[in-house]
């Protein structure tokens, strides 16, 4: 645990510089704006070990497979987001000085990202020889003409004269840290000195992959006005040069107004036009206007999402924190997208879609955005089942399997253990249509597309179970459940839960289909009967004794024991040896009780108990995915200390870097794990057969906390305090709500106490 | 299967040169000295597909280790032995037309390995415009002067006339294909126009490996007399050109020799000089009086090892052809060298030491060679002890574990599941300490040197165990045993047995040690206690209802079927996912009766043919270490047929191509797989508790077969035939053997019936 920044309601702010921690600085300092973003980087360069990241979302490349040992059915390619050309570049020499953090003499320094209008800014001041001059730096991506950075810098001499010479940079030449053979993605197509643009293209590859195109372009203005320096270009590189002479007390304020398209919105030869038509659009108005719109936009998305704690501050920055950078990666505006691991801030993980998205992104996103935006995230992996099905195919199975790690549907991923074996994701994945259709009331997804997920996902999983003479049941074998810190199990009992959950599923929903989709689909009764008798006679494995289930055969083999008996050796992952961690006991993230989350009506009181008491003291939450789950079940099981310890976990998992793996990228699809933790877990929200419930309680040491949610066209907000909680339907057509199992009506405006 | 050699039973010969069989090709005509060796690549240059390869004993590269994701524990590096500078080339044009295979017009070609002698030879007509050229050639790498290769080349004109053009050449400007990173392994020192060599030294790595460094050295002849081309060098290269003119029926003949000296024997500035003395030593002869005497050489090997077959080529073929490449391979003569997988034939498995060596190589030369080659392969462990405490310390563990792969001991396989987990390498490799001793009656090792081995390797297994409450047994987690069809299974039944063998045997021997031993292994009566702890309540999976020993928990639960169903899917390994493989029932290599076949004594005739009965249909054989202990135990069990059919497996793996996978390289150290399935299969040789027993039989289709072994100072003959078995002492005192155990004395000269 490292905690580099001050705690704040609204702010992620630090008076402190140090270079050891310049890259975990840079990941929490991150901004997007659901079309690109970047690292925390600064503008004037830095010469320091740092990660310098800028991404383009959706835009892609295929990265020739890398490993020790070639194994039947890898992928060609690992997809990763390349690090896009950077844009923020404004070099500064003062005195003929250059400024370098890491080499210059600096004072004040203050860095912050202001959480409720997405802004950046920092500051310090330089002392070099007779002179002092303060640098304030602001940086915005625009969330309503997403195409436009906007950068200020604004130097004040405090001591002495300062002749300064700026330097205002597009660079292409940009590589990626985890590049697999060292290449450069991105080819240079030209550059203009008069539009101020450079034009890069992805590598050409040997796998369908299209190339994207990116065009960048630059304008500079000071007080309103342009300022055309001195230009000069090279293979992918622009360059805008100018200096100023400033007396002590004078201040100079520059802007640069960054313009980026790619060649998923913009044909090649039409960026130019389309950049020069945005600039003018954008520089219509002042650095200042721009913000003022941006911050508006901001505010709208938080009038709607923004969750309260009062009482304990670290809490309540960790949940800002964490639906900020949300929203900074992914606001469901373009339906093309999903929501990176890392977001915009970093290389980890390729950039790409993983089940995170349906686990843990849905079920907040249904309650945070319109029911459209979760919609677009099924439909996304409906378009993407051409390439599931090949993945099934890889395997020498029928149907389809969604892959662990994609772009567009093809498994990208080169572990056995996981692009073979990690298949429970073919069941979470589907499950989000559940989830959409029982939270949403909406079923047209569900009768039509949906079908086509749910019957190719059933037909790889009946393919997928044998028949074991042994146990006379249905069984599979040499998998990898959640826990990741086991590989090729047998009987993992969540993925055969999950796969059961899944035909079941289908069995009942497909009969209610529409003709169309059911004609499509085409399930022969033979088929249905087999699915049937896997639901009746699938192997789930457990102990009855204890009244668990069993994560997988034979786990009691195992030498059982705390976690706390290691607690010198955490994170076991960078302490242990691989062959140690997988005979450990010891679990990554939550597996068993991850399927008593998913499926969380199906078991009583009493098996969630027995369970989360036996696998939670196993449980290393070495996975930012982990700890939310278990928060939420203690919070069901009134283990209320334990909730707020795990839910402190989620929320500030990035902010006080828990798994000291933050300089990476901050873990984005597991951030909405803290917003679960608050709304299902301490307001015990829960859904199921079209009933909205709650059941809330106020942590020790919290004042109250609120949020609000969507729920079928209705704006709820929810109060809850150490006097009860308070329902107001914001918006909305009268609802019959449970709290505490007891019915309440909510009415528009009004406000009802529980 | 696929055969392009002829039948015949001292060569390997063809008259057919397809290029798409080229690779093929010259795995099956590489030869060795033990010291260097080459692949069959042809002296003129070839510019079709084909894989380049010279190796030199012991020399080796430490490639930084390439994975897609890395795990903790991995080893920094992998070590290959490096395509060493080529020195066969022999460039030749005819009348401006430059010689190659895949491009000119060519008849007659023959190309032979005599096995008898280890010389290679290749001839055939070229067919240009107005003239036909007769090319023969001849080579072979000295057994006596190990540092020399000699080469001889006639050409004949046949028809018109030619101007011959040479280019003898030395080249390092080699690669290896395998080269993680596409580096080139080698770099130039220098090059001598006047001495005829270049010097060439490994890159310098990071890991404490030496650089190597090699000089080669070549000189001409024509009819015994000096030929001094003209000499060109570049870096690492050097190229001497000559021409003759040739008419009608005239011919000439060219002998290139080489001398390739390293570091390992040579400094690197006495090396010029060396080879100069080895040159002239080497010249001091002509090419066929060199000839002789390394015929005379080979001659003596076979005497004392050849096994003769009549009634049945194909068979003959096949084992002489394993003995010869065995011995090309490695003949003991150097301490500091071991057996890699692929011998000197191609670059696959890095050349380096694996537990083969052990579990296949020792009990075969046990018998072939003198006692003291077995115990140099035995100290070759000793010496690595320091890498192998290096190993179990890398995953945590006391004690000492040996490698999978290895040049100095220390770790370099680079997959979690074989690295981490195919540790029963570590009771293998110490079981030939058992082998060694109970074979030769000489205790002097395990009381030394051996006790050390066995106290390091069993403090590791002591420590890898756990308890099970739940099975009140000691269990081992998270293995992969011979059969790597399984990755990361718990309780493999053979690792489980020979940890145990090893605790027991360690045990068993320490109070037999030397005083100096016992007090430098200094065993705690603690330790005692628990080694005998583990002994006493390992547990060993089995059915007691089937009468089988289980390969691991659980492996009832699979789809359990013969390989006879999946005829038409075969090598798996080629067809099916790796996770289709691993859920598969199908085994790659003997893993239950490895071990029964390991510990063979212990087990009764009932248990060794329920286990075989089960195991054998399951066993795909794709590992070439596989049938010839399906072959002993199918022997043992009067499965004379089977035996048979995992005999020819065995001895024409390569000649047949079972596995399809001879382009890579030959299987070296199964080969003795060959001699085994005779030996202890056929013949039933066993020596258990100071008693040679044999137990014969003919397989149906030959007529006889005999072959001679060293036994404690004795050099025996066995003879089979239908008639019964006829054993010749021919050297050595009087020994009691048992022959279907029956006692029968043999005494020196005198042949005896059995």
Redesign the interface.
């Known amino acids: 645990m490292k905690r580099i920044f001050e705690i704040d309601p609204w702010k992620v702010i630090t008076h402190n510089f140090d270079p050891k921690d310049k890259r975990l600085q840079e990941s929490m300092t991150a901004i997007g704006n659901d079309y690109m973003g970047m690292r925390g980087n600064f503008e004037e360069g830095y010469s320091g070990d740092s990660l310098q990241g800028t991404y383009l979302a959706g835009v892609w490349f295929p990265d020739k ?5 070639w ?3 890898y992928p060609k390619y ?1 997809g990763k987001t390349p690090n896009a050309p950077s844009f923020i570049g404004i070099g500064i020499t003062v005195n003929g000085e250059k400024i370098d953090l890491a080499k210059v003499k600096f004072d004040d320094f203050e860095l912050a990202l202001d959480m409720h209008q997405g802004l950046l800014t920092r500051s310090f001041v330089y002392e070099g020889k007779d002179v002092k001059v303060k640098f304030e730096f602001e940086r915005f991506l625009h969330i309503i003409q997403k195409e436009a950075a906007l950068i200020k810098v604004k130097a004040t001499v405090l001591e002495g004269h300062a002749k300064i010479d700026f330097d205002s940079t597009l660079d292409g030449t940009v590589v990626n840290e985890d590049s697999n053979y060292g290449d450069r993605f991105w080819i240079p197509l030209g550059e203009d000195k008069d539009e101020k643009t450079i034009q890069v293209k992805t590598k050409a590859n040997p796998y369908d992959v299209p190339q994207f195109t990116v065009l960048l372009k630059e304008s500079l203005r000071h007080n309103g006005e342009a300022v055309n320096g001195d230009v000069t270009t090279e293979d992918a590189k622009l360059s805008e040069k100018f200096s100023v002479d400033l007396n002590e007390n004078e201040s100079y304020e520059l802007e640069k107004d960054v313009i980026v398209v790619t060649s998923r919105d913009v044909e090649d030869k039409d960026q130019p036009a389309v950049a020069d038509n945005l600039m003018k659009k954008l520089q219509s108005k002042s650095f200042d206007e721009n913000l003022a719109d941006h911050t508006e936009a901001w505010k709208k998305r938080w009038e709607t999402s923004d969750v309260e704690i009062a009482g304990d501050d670290a809490a309540q920055q960790g949940i800002r924190f964490n639906i900020c950078q949300l929203f900074m990666t992914y606001y469901g505006e373009d339906k093309r997208l999903n929501v990176g691991p890392k977001g915009f801030t970093g290389e980890k993980y390729g950039g790409a879609t993983y089940w995170d998205t349906e686990a843990y992104i849905v079920p907040m996103y249904l309650a945070v955005t319109k029911p459209s935006v979760t919609r677009a995230l099924l439909q996304y992996r409906h378009d993407q089942l051409p390439g599931a099905y090949h993945n099934a195919k ?3 199975l029928p149907g389809a399997l969604f892959p662990m790690v994609t772009f567009n549907g093809i498994e990208c991923h ?4 996981i692009t ?2 990690e298949i429970h994701r073919n069941a979470d994945i589907p499950h989000a249509i559940a989830m959409y259709t029982d939270y949403t009331g909406d079923d047209s997804y569900v009768k039509n597309e949906g079908m086509d997920v749910l019957v190719g996902t059933a037909r790889f999983w009946a393919a997928r179970v ?6 006379n049941k249905y ?1 599979m ?2 998998v990898t459940g959640p826990n990741e810190y086991e ?2 199990v ?2 993992n009992w969540f993925t055969n839960t999950m796969a059961r959950w899944l035909l079941k599923y289908t069995l009942e929903r497909l009969p209610l289909a529409t003709k169309e989709a059911q004609e499509r689909v085409h399930v022969t009764d033979e088929e249905k009967a087999k699915w049937q008798d896997i639901v009746d006679n699938m192997y789930l494995p457990e102990d009855k004794e204890r009244g668990i289930f069993l994560q997988q ?2 786990f ?5 024991r705390p976690v706390s008996e290691i607690e010198d050796q955490r994170p076991i ?11 450990s006991p010891f679990i990554k993230q939550a597996d068993v009780l991850q399927g008593i989350y998913f499926l969380n009506d199906e078991y009583t009181m009493e098996q969630k108990e027995k369970n989360f008491d036996f696998y939670e003291p196993l449980t290393v939450h070495e996975s930012s995915l982990s700890p939310c789950i278990h928060s939420i079940l203690a919070a069901e099981l009134g283990k209320q200390e334990k909730a707020v310890e795990l839910y402190q976990r989620t929320a500030r998992l990035d902010l006080d870097n828990y798994n000291n793996d933050t300089v990476d990228g901050l873990h984005i699809t597991s951030m909405s794990g803290s917003w679960l933790a608050i709304v299902q877990g301490f307001a015990g929200m829960r859904y199921d057969h079209n009933q909205l419930k709650f059941n809330p309680f106020v942590p020790e040491g919290w004042d109250h906390y609120s949020f609000k949610i969507n729920y079928r066209g209705r704006l709820i907000e929810v109060y809850v305090d150490h006097e009860g909680t308070k329902l107001t339907l914001l918006k909305g057509e009268d609802l019959d709500v449970l709290v505490h199992d007891k019915k309440i009506t909510l009415k528009e405006g009004e406000t009802t106490n529980a």
């Open positions: 497979t890398v490993v020790g040992w194994k039947n059915g690992f890889e395997q020498g080169n572990e056995w253990e073979f074996e044998h028949w074991s003479k042994w146990r069984v074998h040499g590989n090729n047998n009987n055969d034979d009691l083999d195992k030498d059982i992952n960078q302490h242990w040896s691989w062959d140690k961690i997988l005979r």
